[in-house]
């Protein structure tokens, strides 16, 4: 499911991750990309930090590279797992 938002949509099963539809010139010479994406960090939407934030365990905190998990943002390559 997606919702659009002047141009550019935002997957429901990814948050952080945006698509535009960027320029097709009629004189192109490559194919053309029809969506582009992009991620946006979450610190973006949380201007303070504000109190009694919820926080991750030691090892949760270790592994996700993030004590808040409000501030954990996956990484997913573009390439598939493993590269």
Known sequence: MKFVLEKEEISLNHPQERVFTPFIGPFDPCPPITHKTYSTPPQLFIPFQPPNLPQF?????????????????PYESKWGKGR
Request: charged fraction near 10%; proline fraction near 12%; glycine fraction near 6%.
């Open 57 to 73: 365990s030691p090892m949760e905190a270790l592994r996700h590279g993030t004590l808040w998990p409000a501030l954990y943002s």
